[in-house]
């Protein structure tokens, strides 16, 4: 473990809680919307069934949008039209085109009116719904719950971010102390090890031949090898790159035995 692979762990950490905060976000505000979107259709369907039975709803209510009723009279060729007093500019010439052009049961949209024509004994009664404010309705809610994600998003993300620093510095600590304390074991082992080194250099300078002396020669550059990489991953920020070496089997076998027979030579 170094410094990287902690950020990793807290970029990860910081992620994670973030997309999972996302996700579920995302989740209750699809919600919100599509519980408004079928409330918006039930309400076209409801004022448009009153506007073509010209009854009273369910709910004893008037309609909740502008809701418009287009009666044609064959037999003397009128147009009658029962407006809602919300909208005064509607267009009664407008409505008659739309109402000729729509076919017989057959639901049908132009811009922000849905129609719908049905056969009478004396001609045809058409029904309009103004969705305009529906959809602005709609329209609003859409963007307040993005404001509102992206606003959420935001302050927990700040608060995830300080609060995976916070969960992590155990760690962090536990790190730090790791590393002092292969940085002062590595410092302390190698005076006695330099000093050990020459020693059987010096002995082997005098029987260059004495496998014992070679051994203890090569086991003491081992070590101090080791102790070097100690330093050298206790100085570091990042992992060091893994080197591919040749492995020597036979040599390893007879460092072995000879190791092994110095430990019952001095036992």
């Known amino acids: 473990m170094n410094n990287n692979v902690i950020k990793t762990l807290r ?14 976000m995302l989740a209750i505000f699809f919600s919100i919307c599509f519980a ?20 009273p709803l369910r709910n004893h209510k008037s309609p909740g949008v502008p809701t418009y009723t287009l009666i044609y009279d064959a037999w003397d060729e009128s147009y009658t039209l029962f407006g809602d007093e919300r909208n005064v500019l509607i267009d009664k010439v407008q409505l008659i085109e739309l109402a000729e052009q729509a076919k017989i049961d057959q639901r049908e949209k132009k811009d922000d009116l ?3 024509k049905h056969e009478t004994r004396r001609g045809y009664i058409t029904g309009f719904v103004e969705t305009e404010m529906l959809s602005e309705q709609l329209h609003t809610l859409i963007f307040q719950c993005v404001q509102s994600f992206i606003f959420i998003l935001l302050l927990f993300g700040t608060a995830s971010w300080f609060a995976s620093r916070w969960i992590l510095k155990p760690v962090w600590i536990a790190w730090e102390k790791q590393k002092q304390f292969v940085s002062d074991a590595s410092h302390e082992l190698k005076t006695p090890l ?15 031949n004495n496998e014992i002396f070679l051994s203890l020669y090569e086991e003491t550059n081992r070590m101090q090898r080791l102790i070097f990489r100690l330093l050298e991953l206790a100085r570091l920020e990042s992992n060091p790159k893994e080197e591919k070496e040749r492995f020597d089997f ?3 076998c007879q460092k ?4 092994i027979f110095l430990c019952k030579l001095f036992s």
């Not at 970029?11 to 579920?24: D, E, I, N, R």
């Not at 330099?194 to 260059?208: C, N, W, Y």
Request: glycine share 4%; charged share 20%; no cysteine.
């Open 114 to 116: 849905i129609y719908e």
């Open 250 to 252: 036979s040599s390893l």
């Open 11 to 24: 970029w990860k950490l910081f992620g994670f809680t973030l997309g999972f905060v996302a996700l579920l």
């Open 194 to 208: 330099t000093i050990l080194k020459a020693d059987t250099q010096s002995l082997l300078e005098q029987e260059p």
């Open 256 to 259: 072995m035995a000879v190791s």
């Open 36 to 55: 408004s979107y079928r409330s918006n259709e039930q309400e076209i369907e409801q004022s448009l069934e009153w506007a073509l039975e010209l009854t």
